[in-house]
């Protein structure tokens, strides 16, 4: 596996994760109350805990993006 193969893989990876995390990002925003009385069912919290771990879980996968694909990728681009 050359190294160009490997940065196309991580630049495919970076837009795709990109894109799940925009779904997200759109699906919770859009329909916030239609998620939060699914959930509710489920378990016994409340909306500003469910925004509160919405948000903090989004943050924590774009951190993951940042340093498991962005990051190397980066490194691929600059310094090989």
Not at 14 to 23: G, H, I, Q, T
Not at 53 to 71: D, E, T
């Amino acid at each position: 596996m050359t190294v160009d193969i490997v940065r196309d893989v991580l630049a495919w990876c970076a837009v795709m994760n990109y894109a799940a995390l925009l779904v997200w990002f759109l699906i919770f925003s859009r329909a916030h109350d239609w998620m939060y009385i699914l959930h509710s069912r489920w378990f016994s919290i409340s909306e500003e805990q469910f925004d509160a771990i919405h948000y903090a879980c989004m943050a924590l996968y774009k951190v993951g993006i940042f340093l498991f694909v962005l990051s190397p990728y980066l490194a691929l681009r600059l310094f090989v």
